[in-house]
């Protein structure tokens, strides 16, 4: 019985998944269990495994095309089997705005709601890309709103000419090096030498390439852009920053190292902020409606760097564990985070976020909140400061914390404490265990 | 001798008055130059009075002629037809006649001083015609050519020995006719004596006829020009001329041998030379390069202000050309920065059938390293080629690989010269074959073989199969 596979769901969150790539090809066989494809979500990329083995009868979601949850994305099934029925009906872009085939091809500029996701057939995408023209641009008719080579057709067919003058042979140079005509001068029609003009011009200019590219952001990058300018839309944020004296912070990650238990100062402030946290209920809150919603346990969300982005897992209740199970903890989800293979679940939830620059120096920095949480504590680097003490000069580690916080909670008297109480607890760590 | 200054505008001196002259001369007046135009024979140059006019006046006759004897084939007797030489002279006198007036009204109409004389440069802007000394701001040469006559033994000498002028004027057709060179004007006066009777032979030292045309056409024009009784040797070169009682023997070497023929008169067609000397142009300080002027791109000579167009520059020695730089020189004499594209010039044969090309050959294509595909019609598949007897022609396209531009198309069919000008005007616009072939051309007519050599191009003409693709 040939099974539907449908884009999975990964976290209570997820309402869809883009395609990042297929594992397997149409027509190979797949053992259960098997690696099958990549989706990327708006955190992460995961591998999904085929839930059970046969042959990959159909892949109706080609890489690139992002899908809701839960509708089909392949068919696997017995080599024979007629799939018809299964592949009927499957694959409903996302954003569940069906373009309507507009009456008028003349216009079809109106055609697809901003924002909404483009599925088109690959024999469309490469029609498109042939003629030049901007799939996204382009109405579809065929089901759920997908794209068809007839639609690309109409369209071209519809589109009114270029507004640019050109020759024949200019324009199809153009459309083939992805030129638009309009940035290329010319007295009066552009004729292909003034193309050949252009190119060498820009060439002297710049010896390799075209001096700019155009790349889609995958969905890891669309998901940050996203996450960070609604951050900033919805948060006026106040940064603070604090230098904190690291003498005894650094004798006692020694102390911690000559016992045999080696911690980071990230794992360190992790341990250190969660208890502050504790005693600011303000700063571990999110704000809902009018309400803030307190939150009675610190999930602190801790920054990790990838190659093309960065992710934000968190240590659940880092108020309540200790400083080796946090150390540990905090090893594993970056580990995981590196690899791709993050549960979705360890990176919904947090109510505080640490973010450490200090491996490339940074002094003071502003970061941005992750919402729907209140602050971010920016950690910069460790260096010697000269400072005065007991009427004497002398040199001690410092540190600069840069606190950023929601000023629609978090007045400046009650951040200024928090990070206070933070420098305390840092500077005498004894307190901890108080 | 009075020094006059042409005037206090600005001012343009034009040494010539052929096609490139007159040409420049109402150009230069259009755009408000007091212009002089010195011509030190007739008006209209070498074109008018010694060239393409008299040329085609003579053809003309002689297609008639042939026509009107060879036409039975389509159910047209006509008896008691001869060749009233007189009278074809005079048709060609009255043509050459009536085109030079009217170029003189032309030139009168606009205001252009025509001085009669031959002008020689005594400074950089100074020109003596005659009795009188012109000075100009800028000055435009169109001083053309003159036939050259090769230094073969006993040719110049030979009663027999005409140049392309002389052999438009001769008093009677001659029995036989030997052509030096098969470039264009021997092929075309070989054609028309060949027509009225005399025994022709054409000798072109170069392995091809027609220097300037696509060689798979050329073929099979020379297989027709053959089968029609033309006799040509190609790789062959006339050694010495020497006059005998019984004849004018020619003596040729032949890929095969030595050969001897004997012709009534002799056609020295091998090409033209600038005429330069006796302009003086050193004394203006004027570069020349290989018997040419020098010039550059605005076809200025090394004196900045003095132009030369036509066969003075040697650029490309037809008349069209001339016309088109005349333009171009005048317009830079008043101020623009034009550049001459020898691109869309045609070359045109105007024989039987008709033979016109633009743009590039195969060969001139491969020597370049560009990429290109040909699509091919013949005009046996083109009804109204066949209705006019034409089964030997073919129309040429040669298109880029990648995007179809048209890079040359060579046509050899009925009214080629005509149908050329469509080719040229897809080159100057870069049309590439799709353009062609969504153009509806009439039917029936030969440019439906020009649309659908384009559709072979493409693999996918109507009227013929189709190469299979490899």
């Known amino acids: ?434 | 001798m009075t020094k006059e200054a042409i005037s206090s505008n600005p001012s343009v001196l034009v040494i010539g008055g052929g096609p490139g002259g007159y040409v420049a001369a109402i150009r230069a007046a259009q755009l408000g130059a007091s212009v002089t135009l010195v011509e030190k024979a007739e008006i209209g140059g070498t074109c008018l009075n010694r060239g393409c006019m008299p040329t085609k006046a003579l053809l003309h006759s002689s297609e008639v002629y042939e026509a009107a004897t060879g036409s039975a084939g389509i159910g047209i007797r006509a008896n008691d037809i001869s060749v009233d030489w007189e009278a074809v002279q005079g048709n060609r006198a009255k043509v050459t006649k009536t085109l030079t007036d009217g170029v003189r009204a032309l030139l009168r109409a606009n205001g252009v001083t025509v001085v009669a004389g031959e002008a020689v440069f005594t400074g950089p802007k100074t020109v003596k015609a005659g009795d009188r000394e012109l000075t100009a701001e800028k000055i435009i040469i169109a001083a053309g050519s003159q036939p050259l006559i090769p230094g073969i033994p006993g040719l110049r000498e030979s009663r027999a020995c005409l140049d392309s002028t002389a052999c438009l004027t001769l008093d009677h057709i001659p029995e036989s006719l030997l052509v030096i060179g098969g470039g264009v004007i021997g092929i075309e006066l070989g054609c028309v004596y060949r027509r009225f009777g005399a025994q022709v032979t054409v000798v072109e030292m170069l392995p091809k006829l027609l220097p300037l045309m696509d060689p798979e056409l050329t073929a099979l024009l020379r297989s027709k020009l053959e089968s029609e009784g033309m006799e040509i040797h190609t790789e062959a070169q006339v050694t010495s001329v020497e006059d005998t009682p019984n004849g004018t023997k020619i003596r040729v070497k032949c890929p095969d041998g030595e050969k001897t023929f004997t012709a009534e008169k002799i056609l020295v067609s091998v090409g033209r030379s600038a005429n330069l000397a006796p302009l003086g142009l050193d004394r203006a300080g004027i570069a020349v390069e290989n018997g040419f002027v020098k010039t550059n791109d605005f076809l200025e000579t090394s004196v900045p202000g003095v132009y030369a167009i036509g066969d003075s520059n040697g650029k490309l020695m037809l008349a069209h050309a001339a016309m088109a730089m005349g333009e171009i020189a005048a317009e830079n004499a008043m101020g623009a920065a034009r550049i001459f594209d020898p691109a869309t010039s045609p070359s045109c044969v105007y024989v039987g059938p008709e033979f016109a090309g633009v743009g590039y050959t195969e060969e001139q294509l491969k020597a370049r390293g560009i990429e290109y595909k040909v699509g091919r019609f013949p005009t046996r598949a083109n009804g109204r080629s066949l209705v006019e007897g034409c089964t030997e022609g073919m129309v040429k396209i040669i298109a880029g690989t990648k995007y179809g531009e048209i890079l040359g198309v060579h046509i050899l069919a009925p009214r080629a010269t005509d149908l050329i000008a469509e080719a040229a005007l897809a080159i100057r616009l870069e049309a590439t074959l799709e353009e062609l072939a969504d153009t509806i051309h009439c039917h029936p007519t030969v440019t439906e073989a020009v649309r659908e050599s384009a559709l072979a191009a493409e693999g996918r003409a109507i009227h013929i199969p189709n190469r299979r693709k490899a």
């Not at chain 1, 270029?162 to 200019?170: D, G, H, N, R, W």
Request: hydrophobic share 45%; glycine share 8%; aromatic share 4%.
């Open chain 1, 1 to 434: 019985m040939a099974k539907l596979i449908v884009m999975p769901k990964l976290g209570l969150t997820m309402t869809e998944g883009t395609i990042a790539k297929w594992l397997k090809k149409e027509g190979e066989d797949v053992q259960a269990g098997e690696p099958l494809f990549e989706v990327e979500t708006d955190k992460l990329t995961n591998t999904i495994e085929a839930p059970e083995g046969g042959v990959l009868r159909k892949i109706i979601a080609e890489e690139g095309a992002t899908i809701a949850c839960l509708s089909g994305i392949a068919v696997i099934g017995a080599p024979q089997e007629d799939i018809s029925a299964l592949i009927s009906g499957s694959a409903a872009p996302s954003s569940g705005e069906v373009p309507a085939a507009p009456a008028d091809p003349a216009a079809p500029a109106a055609a697809r709601p901003a924002g909404s996701r483009v599925v088109a057939s690959p024999a469309a995408k490469k029609l498109a890309a042939e003629m030049g023209v901007d799939i996204a641009l382009v109405p579809g008719t065929g089901p759920n709103g997908r794209i068809t080579e007839g639609d690309v057709k109409s369209y071209r067919a519809a589109a009114p000419g270029p507004e640019v003058k050109a020759s024949p042979l200019a324009a199809k140079i153009a459309g083939d090096l992805g030129l638009d005509l309009d940035t290329i001068p010319a007295k009066g029609r552009v004729m292909a030498q003034d193309i050949l003009n252009h190119l060498e011009a820009g060439a002297a200019g710049q010896a390799a390439g075209p001096r700019e590219e155009t790349v889609n952001m995958n969905g890891m990058r669309k998901a940050i852009a996203k996450n960070m300018l609604a951050s900033h839309m919805i948060s006026p944020s106040v940064t603070f920053n604090l230098g904190i004296d690291m003498t005894r912070m650094k004798a006692m990650r020694e102390e911690l190292k000559n016992a045999g238990i080696q911690v980071s100062y990230t794992d360190l402030l992790v341990k250190f902020v969660a208890k502050a946290l504790t005693e600011f209920p303000l700063l571990n809150c999110s704000v809902e409606d009018n309400k803030i919603i307190y939150k009675r346990y610190v999930n602190m969300g801790v920054a990790v760097a990838l190659d093309n982005g960065l992710v934000v897992p968190n240590v659940t209740d880092a108020d309540k564990k200790s400083l080796t199970e946090i150390s540990a903890e905090l090893r594993e989800l970056a580990a995981a985070a590196r690899e791709g293979r993050l549960p979705m679940d360890k990176l919904k939830g947090g109510t505080f976020t640490i973010t450490n620059l200090g491996m490339y120096g940074i002094e003071s920095f502003s970061p941005i909140i992750n919402q729907p949480e209140v602050a971010i504590l920016g950690v910069n680097t460790m260096a010697d400061r000269v400072v005065a003490a007991g009427g004497e000069i002398t040199v001690r580690p410092y540190m600069n914390l840069s606190l950023t916080a929601d000023h629609r909670v978090v007045d400046g008297s009650v951040a200024a404490q928090f990070l206070q109480r933070v420098k305390t607890l840092m500077e005498h760590p004894a307190l901890i265990i108080a």
